[in-house]
């Protein structure tokens, strides 16, 4: 089965690879719109967008198209019941950073997947939610970790797989649902549905 992921994100890329999976990139151009209110709602509104928008470009209605499978994920954090997405500039980042600091928040994934197997579309909407407790961020480490520029490209101006894993006190839930990507939750649902990613099994 040929595989897509509908996301430019490095961390995801890296994490597909992780179990063994062989896919091609080919990540979503549409603007990011949100219609839901709630946070897991959301997250799937945006993930189901981006790998519904590659599905209909690159698999719906192609002559002899092999079996495939489209996987669109989108991150969101959210605080106070605030959905906070990738800043818009260092002192939107700033803001998100100081909310967080000294805090516990919420990692949502949002994960859909498009499936055209024998000539037949399944579609299966899920998501994963992760706690995070961060330690208080004194001024100079947030203006110094906002110039590494890390926090630009990442939903709640932070990664946990970097820099970012110095302010984390604690997280309870998958640690790669905060990365980008749950790893564990998409295989196993993958596997229930008769597909295993893993080019090594």
Known sequence: MEIILASASPRRRELLHQV?????????????????????EAVV???????????????????????????????IVVCDGR???????EKDAED?????????HEVYTGV?????EKGIT????FYERTEVKMYPIRETELKSYIKSGEPMDKAGSYGIQGLGAKFI?????????VVGLPLARIYQELMQLGI????DS
């Open 169 to 177: 006190e604690k997280i309870d839930g998958d640690y790669n649902n």
């Open 20 to 40: 063994g999976a062989e896919f091609t990139v080919i990540p979503a151009q549409g603007d990011e719109v949100i219609t839901a209110k709630e946070p897991k």
């Open 122 to 125: 399944t579609q299966q909407n």
């Open 83 to 89: 959905i906070l997405g990738k800043p818009k500039d």
């Open 45 to 75: 509104e945006l993930a189901a967008n981006k790998a519904g928008e590659i599905y209909a470009a690159e698999v719906a209605g192609k002559r002899n198209q092999p079996d495939t499978l489209v996987i669109g994920a989108d991150t």
């Open 196 to 199: 295993d990613i893993s080019h």
């Open 112 to 116: 859909s997947v498009w499936i055209w």
């Open 96 to 104: 998100m950073l100081s909310m967080l600091s000294g805090r516990s």
